[in-house]
């Protein structure tokens, strides 16, 4: 057993980032995509699972949630962290595909700094994390 410090594991606990949906495809495909560029990825299937997960001691360069979720709602997620000091300048990313104009509002509201359609493409999804990294290096 080798015990020497492995530098990708050591990375990729710098940089986890927490992803919630109810949509059991898309947290597959989000964390694959994510996975693919080196990041830790955190599952949650719904917005109650993702509250305890940020309850926890967990800190995360980043978030993206859905927008519409069983028990708390991406929008509330994004409101409750930005009360708590240790998650209130980790940058949320929003996902839906509500077409409901007023879903985007209230997710730039709540304090999420980038808003995906669904369906995306992969290169979609790259230029988002791109600028929602960006906000978390700045």
């Known amino acids: 057993m080798n015990n020497e410090p492995n530098p990708v594991n050591d990375k990729n606990e710098k940089r986890r980032i927490l992803v919630a949906d ?4 898309i947290l597959r495909l989000v964390s694959a995509i994510l996975e693919k560029e080196n990041y830790g990825v955190v599952t949650a299937r719904d917005g109650r699972e993702a509250y305890k997960i940020l309850q926890g001691d967990q800190s995360f360069t980043a978030a993206i949630f859905d927008v519409v ?3 708390i709602s991406g929008p509330e997620l994004v409101r409750y962290m930005k009360t ?9 990313m929003m996902m839906t595909a509500e077409q409901d104009p007023k879903l985007s509002s209230d997710s730039f ?3 999420a700094v980038v808003f995906l359609p669904k369906p995306f493409t992969t290169a979609q999804l790259h230029t988002m994390l791109q600028m929602l990294i960006g906000r978390a290096a700045g």
Do not use: L, N, Q, T
């Open 69 to 71: 979720m069983p028990h």
């Open 22 to 25: 109810d949509d059991p495809a």
């Open 109 to 111: 509201a709540a304090g």
């Open 84 to 92: 708590e000091k240790r998650h209130m300048k980790i940058p949320v």
